[in-house]
């Protein structure tokens, strides 16, 4: 088995990264009732419901840098529909090469590696926003109150993000994609030994 | 008349763009005015009736939203403000989406000498959103003749009844679009030729010209 990605598994990661988004979208829509502590956890909410994906995309590809494509395809979405944000591509890409070191050698990447690796990913994402907002918050808070947050809304995100609950979040994070690996594991287990 | 794909590609790209440069109000105008004035000049008025309407709605629900902060208002004043800064983008998106072929969309960004396999992943990640409630309902179909129900009591069969015919399908379907890519040579090493006339005309130059100087008077102006 090739190595290296191939046309057919560009074309799989892009279709799976269509899902991806699809499912993030009405994640985060459905979640909006949680305000701003919901927008702060908001990948790991999407990480929860589509930890199915991680271990399709490792079982029917499992090779070095899916991740990383499939991050840069989100990011370059979220960037043609004006969510692009210099920070947020720079931790989610750096997540996705970690988790591609971690866990993209083969099609037959233990479960619990996968989790870790989704978590890394999605804490990846998270970081775009926790990084910023105890690092440089004052710029991080006019760039978005520039952009059309209310500064209440945006004060109140930055309190999720910074210090002990910033902390905490991560860990929420962290924890939701895990559980959301394990839970894809449980809804593809029999269709995946089926096809094998 | 129609427009280069180039052109929705660039607006795309410029807009958030400016958006990391804010500061001036006039700046989500400028792209909405260029968005509306892209869709009269190809004759898409009933599509721009419709976006208007959008915009006008979620206007009403950000001051509602505003004025009434305590009934949850704030809550969803987050999405409303962005899908307003978003609907340029879709105003955009929609003529990419439903008036070019996947084969004229990768004829137009040729030019542009980016890496191929980027190119078409992300065509036909573009291509695929909008479809998929088209493969939804396929499924819902499917399930409704096997009388298999989607039901709240059981969560997780109904999101396994939702999800995994979605991932299988999407590996039916990379095999059926890279042999169709295959066989019109999408990894011949060559520089790749069209039936299309993708070329840049007068009004697309213009186009350009116009998004480019507001990107650059709005990153000064704020």
């Known amino acids: 088995m090739s190595k290296n990605l191939k046309m057919k598994d560009m074309v799989h990661i892009a279709l799976l990264t269509a899902i991806y988004i699809i499912i993030y979208m009405i994640s985060m829509t459905g979640f909006s009732f949680l305000g701003q502590f919901g927008h702060t956890i908001s990948p790991g909410i999407a990480a929860f419901f589509t930890g199915a994906i991680i271990i399709f995309m490792n079982r029917k590809i499992g090779k070095m840098w899916e991740f990383t494509l499939f991050t840069l395809l989100v990011m370059g979405v979220f960037a043609m529909v004006g969510g692009g944000y210099i920070p947020w591509v720079i931790t989610s890409v750096t997540g996705a090469v970690i988790a591609d070191i971690l866990a993209s050698r083969s099609r037959e990447t233990s479960i619990f590696l996968l989790a870790i690796s989704w978590g890394i990913i999605h804490v990846g994402q998270a970081f775009g926003s926790i990084v910023p907002a105890n690092f440089f918050v004052e ?12 500064p209440k809304d945006m004060d109140l995100q930055i309190s999720y993000a910074r210090g002990v609950v910033g902390l905490m979040s991560t860990v929420g994070i962290f924890i939701l994609a895990f559980v959301g690996v394990y839970l894809g594991y449980l809804i593809l287990r029999k269709h995946l030994e089926r096809q094998a | ?43 898409k008025l009933v599509r721009l009736m419709k976006f208007a309407a959008a915009y006008g709605i979620f206007f009403g ?35 990419l989406i439903k008036d070019y072929s996947a084969g004229e969309i990768i004829s137009s960004l ?43 009591r059981r969560p997780v069969k109904s999101f396994e009844f939702f999800l995994v015919p979605q991932l299988f399908r999407c590996a039916i379907l990379a095999e059926e679009i890279t042999s169709a890519g295959l066989v019109k040579g999408i990894t011949n090493p060559v520089r790749r030729s069209s039936y299309y006339d993708m070329r840049m005309g007068a009004v697309d130059y213009i186009l350009c010209l116009i998004l480019i100087l507001g990107l650059v008077v709005f990153i000064w102006w704020r």
């Open chain 2, 61 to 95: 629900l950000s001051i509602l939203a505003d004025y009434y902060p305590n009934y949850g208002g704030q809550f969803f004043l987050i999405f409303i403000v962005y899908s307003m800064q978003f609907i340029p983008c879709l105003m955009m998106a929609s003529l």
């Open chain 2, 1 to 43: 008349m129609r427009v280069n794909p180039l052109v929705a590609f660039l607006f795309n790209m410029i807009l958030p763009i400016g958006l990391m440069f804010p500061g001036n109000h006039y700046q989500h105008y400028f792209f909405l005015s260029v968005a509306s004035i892209i869709l009269l000049i190809t004759s």
């Open chain 1, 139 to 150: 710029s991080f808070r006019t760039h978005w109150i520039e952009r059309g947050m209310n």
């Open chain 2, 110 to 152: 040729e030019p542009l000498r980016l890496p191929k396999s980027f190119v078409v992943s992300l065509t036909i990640l573009l291509r695929y959103i909008p479809t998929f409630r088209r493969e939804f309902s396929y499924i819902k179909e499917a399930m409704r003749l096997r009388n298999v129900p989607y039901t709240i």
